[in-house]
């Protein structure tokens, strides 16, 4: 295990015990037995540190979300794929400490999402770029849509979904998820139709 994983380890076990405004880099250090600077060369601020904590996933996570995104797109194509990516998100460990933490303390956890949104991005561009290649590939969504931009507005919808209660659709259905994604962004990305 590295030492960001053992930094993110103690970040975590901090967030369980304590939340958010309690949680501090200095109960982190002390949970990670690693001195602050050290941790500061790793998170250069508490948001950032409990957003990657949040957000961290291991091997077996991407390989169930692989499987079960493509099961999901070949079944119902992209609005499929971002549907389920929610309901994994959602009903993953730390999907539902991010809820917990939401419920509890609305306030911190929106500062915290932030930093959330500016660390997740990258890490999740690649998975996404890949999910509308195949996509485009399939005739799913447009020839000249900008794959990388596209990727990361997904992003941003899915965390979206995942983190802010609304109204409109919920959340934990996958057909509610899957009429809601039909309606307002699978119109954005699919081939325009030519009528005659």
């Known amino acids: 295990m590295t030492a960001r994983d053992q930094i993110l380890d103690a970040a975590e076990a901090c967030l369980r015990r304590d939340g958010i405004r309690r ?8 949970e ?4 602050r600077a050290y941790v500061y060369r790793f998170f250069p601020d508490k948001p950032t540190l409990l957003s990657a904590a949040l957000i961290r996933r291991d091997e077996a996570f991407w390989s169930e979300a692989r499987s079960r995104v493509g099961r999901a797109g070949r079944a119902h194509g992209v609005a ?3 549907a389920e990516a929610v309901l994994l998100s959602r009903r993953s460990p730390l999907g539902s400490l991010a809820l917990e933490l939401a419920e509890a303390e609305p306030d911190a956890y929106a500062e915290v999402m932030g930093t959330y949104v500016h660390e997740i991005v990258p890490g999740l561009s690649g998975f996404w770029v890949e999910r509308l290649a195949w996509a485009r590939e399939r005739g799913l969504v447009r020839d000249d849509l900008d794959l990388e931009a596209a990727a990361e507005w997904v992003i941003r919808l899915v965390v979206s979904l995942v983190s802010v209660p609304g109204r409109a659709v919920d959340a934990d ?7 809601y ?3 307002f962004l699978v119109p954005a990305l699919s081939p325009v139709t030519q009528e005659n």
């Open 173 to 179: 259905s996958p057909r509610s998820l899957r009429a």
């Open 80 to 82: 499929g794929m971002v």
């Open 23 to 30: 949680t501090t880099v200095t109960s982190v250090v002390e």
């Open 32 to 35: 990670s037995g690693f001195s």
């Open 181 to 183: 994604l039909q309606t």
